[in-house]
DNA sequence: GTGGCTGCAAATCATTTGCATATAC
DNA sequence: GTATATGCAAATGATTTGCAGCCAC
């Protein structure tokens, strides 16, 4: 825990019992949760923590970049707290995001066709290897 | 106009006047539009016009691959009627999103890490060209 | 003629906001 | 002690749903 203390303090964010549970959950739970998954799995051991205080801590975290916020599965934001830049694959049968450890050499932070590039994200979509899987035992 | 007749009639989507503005709309202004600004513009010249058919026709259009749905910039979707495969890059100062047809050789439609790969879309954000000359010519 | 489309209003869902209280420093 | 964080309830904004009437085929 006193890892999480670290990670807000050098960040000049103050260390509350609900950041810390926060951080920790983002960093143990590697799945790109959403911000109601947060906050259903931290309401059991901390009944009085509200929805409003993971949204704001998430947006804390986003601005000093500790965590990243996806949109690859459109009407919910998914959180990411591995910050090392990688991708993101979406499975279309089971809608669990993968990372994916490749880069893509062209365009890794250029300028193309005039634009300054900042981020550069990659969001595959298909079905994952577990359920590619699973359709070959099941049916065919 | 016809064009869109021939496009509607060959994916067996009834032809209203509605799907064949909406269409037209798109085809048009490659500019990324959200529902809402689909609706605004054509709402114009078709007063009976309700945002139920456009996110109706737009949802329809994206089941049969005829425009692709963008999730770049969070809160709202927008839409796509350049199927070629392309990337997109989000200006952070303007939010205009620009398209840039570069590719990714190394992704292109494979396995990685056992999953298979149907699509591949690039989210770029960073400043476009426009705004960069813009702030140049300003302050500094 | 009939089933799919349109359009209105109400519902839903994720997220944001206002504000009073509580807490970190 | 003070500025900031928390948490509740209400507001917002994009999108969806239910349903009656309409229109393409």
């Given at each position: 825990m006193e890892k999480y203390v670290q990670i807000l303090k050098k960040n000049c964010l103050k260390v509350t019992p609900q950041r810390l549970e926060i951080l920790k959950y983002l960093d143990t739970h590697r799945t790109h949760p959403t911000a109601d998954t947060i906050y259903s799995n931290l309401k059991n051991n901390n009944?009085?923590?509200s929805k409003t205080t993971v949204y704001n801590t998430l947006q804390h975290l986003d601005e000093h970049g500790l965590v990243y916020t996806l949109?690859?599965?459109?009407s919910e934001s998914r959180f990411d707290s591995n910050i090392n830049p990688h991708h993101h694959f979406l499975c279309k049968i089971c809608s669990n995001i993968i990372d994916i450890d490749i880069e893509c050499p062209n365009v890794k932070k250029v300028e193309v066709g005039g634009h300054r590039i900042d981020e550069v994200h990659g969001y595959f979509k298909g079905v994952c290897a577990s359920c590619l899987k699973e359709s070959n035992n099941g049916e065919d």
């Open positions: 009944p009085s923590l949109t690859i599965s459109g």
